[in-house]
Nanobody, 131 residues
């Protein structure tokens, strides 16, 4: 079992910044930190959940949704076993619940946004961007 806990959400004005953090704990075969794809999803009110950014914890691959490229940066802190999402120049349309998810595989371009491919999910953290 892998437990994921998100933190760092909250209210912010448009143009502002937030940094989300996803902390992973526990053990599961095939889900050792350094061999997993960890992804941030978000769900806006009344909309489906969508992939925002992903990275392979072994280093290298990063993926972003088109509407966050240049504004969001995903990174990892190996000392804390966390994957962070730095969100800059936030817009009201970034409002939603942000979830962290993990799967025991590399992130690849054709599947990183597919929810069904992920094995563990966090409870989410709310981000509210006001205009």
């Amino acid at each position: 079992q892998v437990d994921l806990v998100e933190s760092g959400g909250g209210p912010v004005q448009a143009g502002g910044s937030l940094r989300l953090s996803c902390s992973a704990s526990g053990r599961s075969p095939g889900h050792t930190y350094g061999t997993t794809c960890m992804t941030w999803f978000r769900q806006a009110p009344g909309k489906e959940r969508e992939g925002v950014a992903a990275m392979f914890t072994g280093g290298g691959s990063e993926f972003y949704a088109d509407d966050v490229k240049g504004r969001f940066t995903i990174s990892q802190d190996n000392a804390r076993n966390t994957v962070d999402l730095q969100m800059d120049n936030l817009k009201p349309e970034d409002t939603g619940t942000y979830y962290c998810a993990v799967k025991g595989a590399r992130c690849v371009s054709w599947s990183w946004q597919r929810e069904i491919t992920y094995d563990y999910w966090g409870q989410g953290t709310q981000v509210t961007v006001s205009s």
